[in-house]
């Protein structure tokens, strides 16, 4: 069982990432999937969730109407499309399966002028 993030980088204020998760290892379409990320010095905290079909998801305040999470159960993957990102987006990303408790290894994403 393996989570595998990408897309993470190095933006400016105002710009777009598009982070994607590659599971393997089960059966992908069977499981809620979630985003969370860690900043320097604070807890992590639940970003977006996505359920096993995709019809549901849900988004942190603080994150609503500038992310996006989406899922292509034929590709084993799930998305966190980042639009108008600001300096306190700036975290590692991880993407997490509810069930059983399994962690990506993370990808980090700096907005910064």
């Known amino acids: 069982v393996q989570l595998v993030e990408s897309g993470g980088g190095l933006v400016q204020p105002g710009d777009s990432l598009r982070l994607s998760c590659a599971a393997s290892?089960?059966?992908?379409?069977?499981?809620?999937m979630r985003w969370y990320r860690q900043a320097p010095g604070k807890e992590r905290e639940l970003v977006a969730s996505i359920s096993s079909g995709g019809g549901g998801t849900g988004y942190a305040d603080s994150v609503k109407g500038r992310f996006t999470i989406s899922r292509d159960n034929s590709k084993n993957t799930v998305f966190l499309q980042m639009n108008s990102l600001k300096p306190e987006d700036t975290a590692v990303y991880y993407c997490y399966r509810v069930t059983g408790r399994i962690w990506g290894q993370g990808t980090q994403v700096t907005v910064s002028s």
């Open positions: 290892g089960f059966t992908f379409s069977s499981y809620e």
